[in-house]
């Protein structure tokens, strides 16, 4: 009888060392379940969600002070707006290539006078470093400075896990949809318009 325990037992030892391993992933499953942020979905691949307006949480309040150097509250838009949160940084290279996407689309709502505001977070990183980032890219629309990453700590269990990631708020302030990852102008839009529209 005990070789097989021991043949067991180095079977049992294989698939512990597999699943730590697997588990090493910040994406798996298993790190997803430990974060407990209920989000069900891997962070960053694209994952689009559309909240029911019945079943949204209740409202945020992000606020900070912009690379400008100015306070700004998602409440000054509450009853009024819908208000697109991007979270970005500098040293993140998929945050590059969804810029000229959400210009294009914050281009169009502003063009159509439509109700809607759009705030970047700038993530970790200094406002000097976000700034000149900015002047770079020519991005237009203002964006908070995050260097401590906190801001997103206002979202509670429906904070983004990293950048990029998109967040739609409804006019009550609630969390109404929210792109992991890199957010296409079409998806954008069509986002912006089903809110608008619930």
Same mark, same amino acid.
């Given at each position: 009888?005990?070789?097989?325990? @021991?043949?067991?037992?180095?079977?049992?030892?294989? +698939?512990?060392?597999?699943? /730590?391993?697997? =588990?090493?992933?910040?994406? $798996?499953?298993?790190?997803?379940?430990?974060?407990?942020?209920? %989000?069900?979905? &891997?962070?960053? *691949?694209?994952?689009?969600?559309?909240?029911?307006?019945?079943?949204?949480? %209740?409202?945020?309040?992000?606020?900070?002070? #912009?690379?400008?150097?100015?306070?700004?509250?998602?409440?000054?838009?509450? /009853?009024?707006?819908?208000?697109?949160? *991007?979270?970005?940084? =500098?040293?993140?290279?998929?945050?590059? #290539?969804?810029?000229?996407?959400?210009?294009?689309?914050?281009?169009?709502?502003? #063009?159509? %006078? %439509?109700?809607?505001?759009?705030? /970047? &977070?700038?993530? !970790?990183?200094?406002?000097? !470093?976000?700034? +000149?980032?900015?002047?770079?890219?020519?991005? @237009?629309?203002? $964006?908070?400075?995050?260097?401590?990453?906190?801001?997103?700590?206002?979202?509670?269990?429906? +904070?983004? @896990?990293?950048?990029?990631?998109?967040?739609?708020?409804?006019?009550?302030?609630?969390?109404? +949809?929210?792109?992991? /990852?890199?957010?296409?102008?079409? @998806?954008? !839009?069509?986002?912006?318009?089903?809110?608008?529209?619930?």
């Amino acid at each position: 009888m005990p070789r097989p325990l @021991t043949h067991a037992g180095v079977a049992f030892a294989a +698939a512990v060392l597999a699943l /730590g391993a697997c =588990s090493s992933d910040p994406n $798996s499953i298993a790190e997803q379940a430990k974060r407990g942020d209920q %989000k069900g979905y &891997i962070a960053g *691949n694209g994952a689009i969600e559309q909240i029911p307006a019945d079943q949204r949480l %209740k409202p945020i309040t992000l606020e900070g002070t #912009t690379l400008q150097g100015q306070q700004w509250s998602s409440a000054s838009a509450r /009853g009024k707006d819908v208000v697109v949160i *991007n979270l970005w940084g =500098s040293w993140c290279p998929p945050c590059i #290539t969804e810029i000229p996407d959400l210009e294009k689309v914050w281009n169009e709502v502003q #063009t159509a %006078k %439509k109700p809607v505001q759009f705030m /970047g &977070i700038d993530f !970790r990183e200094s406002p000097q !470093r976000g700034s +000149a980032f900015v002047a770079t890219q020519k991005m @237009t629309y203002p $964006s908070l400075s995050d260097e401590s990453g906190v801001l997103i700590l206002a979202f509670g269990r429906q +904070a983004p @896990t990293s950048p990029p990631s998109t967040l739609v708020l409804d006019r009550e302030g609630r969390v109404a +949809a929210r792109v992991s /990852g890199v957010v296409t102008a079409a @998806t954008l !839009r069509g986002l912006i318009d089903d809110v608008l529209g619930s």
